[in-house]
């Protein structure tokens, strides 16, 4: 009989720990579910603004700008080692089509001198076309992530995209500026010599 009890106890008792257990979990996953689902509404509502501040332009071009910058940064990285740049984000700035371009290009050409330092002996126009193919690469994978960003929140339309398009536009054209003006100087050593042995030999 004794036996019997025994076991009848700890059975009875394994039970109530075992139900314990039970509300424990379902208590401690009712805990979990609310900030869960907390989270999810607190993304939902984040997301619902930044599709509304997206669709202002300026906002747009301050994520374009910081796209492009992260993406020239990504590109510059194997050759100049990480974290090449910092990765400059000026909330508050000028963020027209023309102001931004302007600060991407500078940004990006910003780099060429200490590119060229790493890399001797090449020519001008290789060292040149080799630097900026790579922040090219870097530009576009810019403007493709935020395109993206763009699209997915339905805000890729209307001016938002016209004056996405008008950035891409000056900043080739600014990178083209950039690229006769390095090989003008470049051979203006050379026009100088050029000048001084002819000098020489009159």
Do not use: C, W
Request: net charge negative; aromatic share 6%.
């Amino acid at each position: 009989m004794s036996i019997i009890s025994g076991n009848s106890t700890s059975v009875t008792s394994t039970g109530k720990q075992n139900t314990n257990r039970v509300k424990a979990d379902d208590s401690l996953n009712a805990k979990e579910t609310a900030p869960n689902s907390k989270q999810a509404q607190n993304a939902a509502i984040l997301s619902a603004h930044e599709r509304v501040s997206l669709s202002s332009n300026n906002e747009s071009l301050s994520l374009l700008y910081k796209t492009a910058l992260e993406g020239i940064n990504a590109e510059l990285e194997p050759v100049m080692g990480k974290n090449a740049s910092q990765k400059v984000y000026d909330a508050g700035t000028d963020t027209s089509p023309k102001a931004t371009a302007d600060r991407i290009v500078s940004f990006a050409t910003n780099f060429y001198s200490r590119y060229k330092e790493m890399n001797p002996g090449e020519s001008e126009e290789e060292t040149l076309n080799n630097f900026m193919d790579i922040i090219g690469g870097g530009i576009e994978k810019g403007f493709t992530d935020a395109k993206n960003i763009l699209t997915g929140l339905q805000v890729f339309e209307g001016d938002v995209e016209s004056d996405v398009d008008k950035t891409y536009e000056l900043i080739q054209q600014g990178l083209n500026k950039f690229r006769e003006k390095i090989l003008e100087l470049a051979d203006k050593p050379k026009e100088s010599a050029d000048n001084t042995e002819a000098d020489t030999n009159s």
